[in-house]
């Protein structure tokens, strides 16, 4: 049996605050496969659990799924420390057995390229250096968050689609913008510096593909906002893939149950 994806690359889950969308990311996993899974940074949100956050069934659920995984199609997973799950420095490196093991960064060589993967947070100074600012921006964020919450609550009693009010504003605001030009130009500086060809990151929650300066720059994007993964074909071709257009209502009850996978593909490349 044949997995959908070689590689599948996904990060900033945030599991453990109000905004974690573990109940897709879950339905995401049972409905794809792949040989290699990279969970890139913030899976697990330990600044909101520290302010109170709460970890649920579903959010176990995650990992859960992730093991199913690893016994059912052998896949590789590798867990990269993010800003928001920084405690894992304290066990930096670690290895599991032959399939799971925890890292700061990694080196994906695929079809004849070489990618080098990292959370991004390395780039981030507010982050990096100045902790208790980057907790006020946690704060406002949340609170971002759940103003979108409730305002996609009033838009669907209206019949209309969701929208991402949080991620209108970041692309509005100019210093965001900014920040985020140079966050991606920076990261392909690095790729450069490494002799990669290539970087995947997350951090920013922006899905992105795009060349910048001969370096291949790609974003797993988020499970907050977005609801995106990075997915690696086995001719090594990369695209996004986009959750909400996923139709699982006949899949999810018995495709894990059954020997087959899903024959076609129903994602949207964005």
Same mark, same amino acid.
């Given at each position: ?8 690359? @996904? ?21 794809? &496969?792949?040989?290699? #899974? ?17 970890w649920k069934k579903k959010h176990t659920g995650f990992f859960r799924a992730v093991l199913k995984m690893m ?24 290895? @599991?057995?032959? !399939?799971? &093991? ?31 600012? /980057?907790? #006020? ?8 968050? *759940?103003?979108?919450? *409730?305002?996609?609550?009033?838009? $669907? ?8 009010? &949080? !991620? ?43 060349? @910048? ?16 993964? #990075?997915?690696?074909?086995? /001719?090594?071709?990369?695209?996004? @893939? ?10 999810? $009850?018995?495709?894990? /149950?059954? $020997? ?7 994602? /949207?490349?964005?």
């Amino acid at each position: 049996m044949r997995p959908t994806y070689k590689t599948i690359v @996904i990060s900033d889950l945030h599991l453990g605050s109000k905004g974690a969308k573990a109940k897709e990311v879950n339905e995401f996993l049972r409905a794809n &496969s792949c040989h290699q #899974l990279i969970l890139n940074g913030d899976i697990i949100d330990g600044w909101q659990l520290k302010k109170g956050g709460s970890w649920k069934k579903k959010h176990t659920g995650f990992f859960r799924a992730v093991l199913k995984m690893m016994d059912r199609f052998d896949t590789e997973v590798i867990y990269l420390r993010g800003n928001h799950d920084d405690f894992l420095d304290q066990i930096l490196p670690l290895k @599991i057995g032959k !399939q799971f &093991s925890i890292r700061q960064d990694y080196m994906l060589d695929s079809h004849g390229k070489k990618y080098f993967i990292t959370h991004g947070d390395i780039f981030d100074s507010i982050t990096s250096q100045m902790k208790w600012l /980057a907790y #006020l921006g946690d704060i406002g964020y949340t609170f971002l968050l *759940w103003l979108n919450k *409730w305002y996609n609550q009033y838009r $669907s009693w209206q019949g209309k689609p969701y929208y991402s009010l &949080s !991620q209108v504003i970041k692309q509005k605001v100019k210093a965001a913008v900014n920040f985020i030009s140079d966050f991606e130009e920076k990261l392909a500086e690095l790729a450069k510096a490494k002799e990669a060809d290539g970087i995947i990151c997350g951090h920013i929650h922006k899905a992105e593909i795009k060349e @910048i300066d001969g370096i291949t720059y790609m974003n797993s994007g988020d499970w907050v906002e977005s609801l995106t993964a #990075l997915v690696e074909t086995h /001719a090594g071709e990369w695209k996004l @893939i986009d959750y909400p257009s996923f139709d699982l209502k006949s899949e999810l $009850s018995d495709i894990w /149950a059954d $020997s087959s996978l899903p024959s076609k593909e129903k994602v /949207a490349v964005i």
